[in-house]
């Protein structure tokens, strides 16, 4: 088993000599199994062990293993960094699942060790089954090639280097050793889905063939490689043949047609990606549906999620913002919070009774100073996906934090600055989808920042309704 997580780490780059390592342990087999083979590998690649638990206050055991976690780490003259949080009260906090709470606490937790000691990497101990189960998951929900290539080896900082390895050799390891472990009892329970197929139907499959899950790894890591590959010549084929437009983005029919149907499947979810700002929701009927416009007359509309609409325009197809009227059109203000308001790019926005935005795109020479004002800021306008409104927070916002593109919850940003509670749901942003790129009257996201690169900048101002009534003195 060592020689398999030493052919992974070999193959994917994971880890160099020197390295800092950050990683997750929260006593179960898998985390265990991960510490003691990173820590075997640690004298001979000088590794740096960071281990980090996160005890969770939900179950009777949570203080027991946290205690054991301390325990083996002690042994091992490993770095042990400890995080004890109501999760439940934060999943209610945030609007979400006890589970996605959970994740994303513990990815904070992780992130923090790991800025704080100036590691490399950050390991957590997916392995072969779970890549499997997320596989098998996706495909009955409906997938495509990426939701086939399933959890990734490396993604950016995060490595798993037992992702080769199964269920059963990870336990065969530890029982070889002696190494003692906890189970978590809620991962018997066959209400959650991911447990039903990890009991029931995988077993099925290993009757058919006692190698199944080995195979199902292998499709997966193929169509991994696969995605890859098309996603790299649709990013190319779509600036060709894909521009932006004033409430989203269009592309000419012939240049669009001059590509392979597999590409162009791939150019289009990109693009509903982009203009509506999320990933989540799209199927493939959406992509067909948008794609057969393509032989529709002109005029021809589907609605999509997230209130968009695709068009048959003269030349091709446009996917924007669907068109209210004006007797449906949403409130500005509702309950003291702005709603969510669309800005015009080249123009100006104005929403009653808190202020209005102005913004415009132009060349960008180098030679122009960077405005530095709190209420004006300039963004690299190429970067930005989707369409950008005006609102106050919701659940889920994120905010992108360093040039390396790591995430951050925007509720988690606000609490790391120490923004007050009261302040934070009336805090205004602009957004596009569930990504911020202005915290207004605060920072930019890093990843739209003018640089060397930057070819069109955005220019936008922000003024509240009394500074232009010549009423504000804030």
């Not at 880890?15 to 898998?30: P, T």
């Not at 009777?60 to 999760?87: L, P, T, W």
């Not at 600055?417 to 920072?443: F, N, T």
């Not at 996201?445 to 060397?452: F, I, L, T």
């Amino acid at each position: 088993m060592l020689d398999t997580v030493q052919k992974t780490i070999e193959q994917f780059h994971m880890l160099e000599s020197g390295n800092g390592v950050v990683l997750g342990v929260s006593g179960g087999a898998d985390s265990v199994c991960l510490f003691m083979i990173l820590q075997e590998l640690a004298e001979v690649m000088d590794l740096k062990l960071h281990a980090v638990h996160v005890n969770h206050l939900l179950r009777r055991e949570a203080d027991e293993e946290e205690a054991y976690v301390r325990k083996i780490c002690s042994q091992y003259h490993v770095a042990c960094h400890v995080f004890r949080k109501d999760i439940a009260a934060y999943a209610e906090e945030l609007n979400c699942s006890v589970e996605e709470a959970g994740r994303i606490y513990r990815y904070d937790c992780f992130e923090e060790v790991r800025r704080q000691n100036h590691c490399d990497k950050i390991a957590v101990a997916h392995h072969e089954n779970d890549r499997v189960e997320t596989m098998l998951f996706h495909m009955v929900r409906g997938t495509g090639l990426r939701g086939i290539g399933s959890i990734p080896a490396v993604r950016g900082r995060i490595i798993r280097p037992l992702l080769y390895c199964s269920r059963q050799e990870i336990e065969a390891y530890l029982a070889d050793k002696q190494i003692r472990f906890y189970n978590d009892a809620s991962n018997a329970s066959e209400e959650y889905t991911r447990n039903l197929i990890r009991h029931q139907v995988i077993p099925q499959l290993e009757k058919v063939n006692p190698q199944a899950v080995r195979h199902m790894t292998e499709l997966s890591e193929t169509a991994q490689e696969y995605w890859e590959y098309v996603e790299r010549e649709a990013r190319k084929a779509q600036q060709e043949c894909v521009s932006r437009v004033a409430q989203g983005m269009e592309w000419k029919k012939e240049q669009m047609q001059e590509f392979p149907r597999v590409l162009q499947r791939h150019i289009v979810y990109r693009v509903l990606t982009e203009v509506s700002g999320s990933a989540k929701d799209w199927e493939q009927f959406h992509v067909e549906q948008v794609l057969d416009l393509q032989n529709k007359s002109v005029g021809k509309r589907v609605k999509l999620p997230y209130k968009l609409e695709a068009i048959r325009s003269y030349d091709g197809v446009r996917i924007q913002k669907e068109l209210a009227d004006e007797n449906e059109q949403e409130p500005f203000i509702d309950n003291g919070l702005v709603q969510s308001v669309e800005i015009t790019i080249n123009g100006v926005t104005v929403i009653p009774q808190v202020g209005r935005v102005e913004c415009h795109v132009s060349e960008w020479t180098g030679e122009d100073e960077i405005s530095k004002k709190l209420y004006t800021k300039m963004m690299d306008y190429d970067k930005i996906y989707g369409t950008l409104c005006i609102r106050n927070p919701k659940p889920g916002d994120y905010f992108i934090i360093n040039q390396e593109g790591e995430r951050k919850k925007l509720s988690r940003l606000f609490i790391d600055k120490k923004v007050p509670k009261e302040q934070r749901e009336k805090q205004l942003v602009l957004a596009a989808g569930q990504q911020v790129y202005w915290i207004i009257g605060m920072r930019i996201s890093e990843d739209v920042k003018v640089d060397v690169s930057t070819k069109r900048v955005l220019e936008i101002t922000f003024q509240y309704e009394k500074e232009y009534e010549g009423e504000y003195n804030g």
